[in-house]
């Protein structure tokens, strides 16, 4: 199969021997996914899970491979052509604590363990890509960056990617997110977003009469209350997602701290900007009508970026998604795609397979629509190198 | 007891000392082994998936470690045949093994089946439980094989004894180990006290070894392993490797004193050719338990009788199939 392609149309033509391959590495892929699942790696603390994947990288004979000042682990499959690279990306990192217990379990049609799909199956697919081009005798043009990336999530706010594009040398073309689910995920564009939390302590000595019943539950009600009436408008499509609400230990004692994590996503930065400014307007209104301590802390914010739908990359992947039977789910992404685009790469997030209960302790991933996946990430890859998705000058 | 912290010393390995596989292949490839890896399995379906994935994907295709893995079932009516088929093992039926010879229900009977059965050099036998399952549990085994001609069995253990701030840290085998185990052989052979796991499911083993062996088919395999070759092949012939953590069900106590009495009952049987003078046809073969209902007490009686295996170079279809 060793051959350089014409045209995307001869790249979708061959994508079911693309498959083919894909499931004879099976085993391959699946070990590699037991046992980076296996691996702890909350946000901050992906060292192990790094550590692996480049021993990974090193035993299918990338001889460049290192850890940054940020902890990416990132190996380089050189091509041949050294002014070109395309960057491969998955996020390290999990929402699980290392406390809770990480074993995979392997049934006849699906895996299952915390952190599977979200993004334990993203690096695995990185970890075996080696050894699946090299089985499929592809030769790229282009270099690949193949990296699994640290502090993405939550107060990560993306800092590894951020670093790693504020400090690579390597001339890079495009780039591929790729995320353990859903798949026929096509996102090539990317929300403005603010994410945070907002905070509230009242002391001991709380004049309870005046307030009534509870403590810093009824604060947090009154910001919610505040938060529901903010005006989101239709176009821009706007929305505010309350994700998390943590306060009190039980039935009758006062709680006295509460914390509501939120995050708010617009099409539009201007948006965002005002919904900030009227968040920090509640904020100052629930200070003064009940004198608690009431803080707002914004954990990540950035703006939006995309590329049009009638960019060549969107297009070609969509023509590959199609081939192979998989409807595009066009969905904006919040991730590391919009620092890849806000730094003028074109980029595209694909999902591999289908999953289930994400971020749940039983989150489970498909077996066999792995392999579909896995031949359409490959497939968009090769277009890339052909130089098939890139704009006419 | 000298020779007893020499072994220690010279014989307990660690899987980390194992760490560099290509250099042990080279090795298995210079004395023209083969190797073999045995899951005995019942109603595995839960975790046998797993393990052939890793061990086929790490010991197999990436480094060529084993020849051959193989599920040795004792008639699962869950999926375990299906899914271990699925993810590229050979899967027989012990009942399809020398069917001549019948078929006994018990663990044992697995293994002695698989030294038929396997062709490799040497077998190492993995139980299908293990949920932390990770290739060292099967190159960890093999390795003081390949390295150390003079040893012919190495048994896992996975409590390794750790200095910490209170001094060493005790370390030991599962309750069957320390109370009946441990107690057994600091009275009759000290020198086996050294293994710290003497039950663990997972050992690798060499082929002339096992074919000159019998096989409890119940509890008392391990046990009658280890008294066997101690008789026939001395301390030296053991090995042992740390593989850290073992995740795996936890038996209940009264499954555990089922074992317990089998066990005994297989150290008693060898103890008499050992110089400890029992005489088996005055023990009793019944072990009774005790359970509450309401008020009552309820006695159950299992009889528990350790049948055996003889040694698979007695067998006529074995000399043939490997030429002995």
């Known amino acids: 199969m060793n051959r350089t392609y014409k045209n995307v149309d001869e790249i979708i033509r061959n994508l079911p021997a693309i498959r083919e391959v894909c499931v004879s590495l099976r085993e391959t892929l699946l070990a590699n996914l037991v046992m980076l699942g296996e691996i702890p790696s909350p946000t901050f603390s992906e060292k192990a899970r790094v550590d692996f994947l480049l021993q990974r990288f090193s035993e299918c004979g990338l001889s460049n491979t290192s850890t940054d000042e940020c902890g990416n682990g990132v190996g380089l499959l050189p091509g041949k052509n050294r002014k070109r690279n395309i960057l491969l990306y998955a996020h390290a990192d999990t929402v699980f604590s290392e406390r809770r217990d990480h074993t995979v379990s392997v049934h006849a049609d699906k895996m299952c363990g915390p952190g599977i799909a979200d993004n334990s199956l993203g690096l695995a697919v990185l970890a075996t890509l080696p050894t699946l081009l090299e089985k499929l005798g592809v030769e ?6 193949l990296m699994g990336g640290t ?43 603010l994410r945070g939390e907002i905070t509230c302590r009242v002391p001991e000595e709380y004049d309870w009469i ?23 408008p239709r176009k821009p499509q706007t929305s505010i997602v309350l994700g998390s609400v943590e306060a009190g230990a039980g039935f009758n004692i006062i709680p006295t701290e509460g914390r509501l994590c939120f995050e708010v996503r617009s099409e539009s930065a201007e948006t965002v900007q005002r919904i900030a400014g009227e968040l920090e307007d509640i904020v100052e209104d629930v200070i003064s009508q009940t004198g608690a301590e009431v803080l707002l802390d914004v954990v990540a914010r950035r703006d939006p970026a995309g590329l049009p739908i009638g960019h060549p990359l969107v297009k070609q992947t969509r023509e590959i998604m199609s081939s192979l039977g998989l409807r595009p789910h066009i969905t904006p992404s919040i991730s590391e795609l919009s620092a890849l685009i806000s730094n003028g790469l074109p980029a595209v997030t694909l999902g591999i397979t289908h999953g289930d209960w994400l971020h ?27 130089g098939f998705c890139e704009e006419s000058e | 007891m000298k020779n007893l912290n020499k072994w220690i010393a010279n014989n307990t390995f660690h899987h980390s000392q194992f760490w560099d596989l290509k250099h042990m292949i080279e090795e298995k490839e210079r004395q023209g ?14 975790t046998i998936g797993k393990e052939i994935i890793l061990f086929k994907s790490e010991l197999m295709d990436r480094y060529p470690l084993l020849d051959e893995i193989a599920v040795i079932d004792s008639g699962s009516t869950d999926q375990t045949r299906e899914i271990a088929e699925a993810y590229g093992a050979d899967v027989y039926l012990s009942a399809d093994i020398l069917p001549m010879y019948g078929e006994k229900k018990g663990k044992g009977e697995n293994l002695w089946k698989a030294v038929y059965q396997l062709k490799g050099d040497i077998i190492c036998y993995v139980d299908a439980d293990i949920a932390n399952i990770h290739p060292r549990f099967a190159y960890g085994l093999i390795a003081p094989l390949i390295y150390n001609e003079p040893i012919q069995y190495v048994k896992a253990f996975y409590d390794r004894p750790l200095a910490f701030s209170q001094g060493v840290r005790p370390s030991g085998g599962g309750r069957v180990t ?7 052989f600091s009275l009759f052979f000290p020198e086996l006290t050294g293994l710290i796991q003497p039950l663990s499911g997972e050992y690798a083993v060499r082929r002339e070894v096992l074919e000159k062996i019998p096989f409890p088919i119940g509890y008392g395999v391990e046990t009658s392993h280890i008294l066997d070759i101690y008789k026939e092949w001395g301390l030296s012939a053991f090995g042992q490797t740390d593989l850290d953590q073992r995740v795996h069900r936890n038996q209940e106590t009264l499954s555990l004193g089922k074992m317990a009495f089998g066990i005994l009952r297989t150290f008693l049987a060898r103890s008499a050719s050992m110089g400890v003078d029992v005489d088996m046809s005055k023990l009793s073969s019944i072990m009774r338990q005790f359970q509450a209902h309401a008020e009552s007490y309820e006695q159950v ?24």
């Open chain 2, 33 to 46: 082994l083969t190797i073999s890896l045995c899951l005995p399995t019942l109603n595995e379906a839960k």
């Open chain 2, 301 to 324: 009686e299992y009889e528990i009788v350790e049948e055996e295996r003889p040694p698979m170079i007695t067998l006529p279809e074995y000399r043939e199939k490997f030429g002995r």
């Open chain 2, 178 to 184: 320390e109370i009946l185990i441990r107690p057994l």
């Open chain 1, 140 to 145: 790229m043009d282009s270099g690949l960056v």
């Open chain 1, 151 to 193: 502090r993405s999530l939550g107060r990560g706010d993306l800092a590894g990617i951020r670093f790693f594009l504020d400090n690579n040398k390597l001339p890079l073309t495009s780039g591929i997110c790729v995320e353990g689910v859903q798949l026929g995920r096509l996102s090539y564009a990317s929300a403005g977003m």
């Open chain 1, 360 to 386: 749940e302790m039983r989150e489970s991933v498909q077996i066999e629509s792995m392999f579909t996946g896995i031949a359409q990430l490959v497939a968009v890859l090769l277009a890339m190198d052909g």
């Open chain 1, 210 to 232: 005046r307030r009534g019943t509870t403590g810093a539950i009824l604060i947090l009600n009154e910001v919610i209350n505040g938060i529901l009436g903010i005006a989101l």
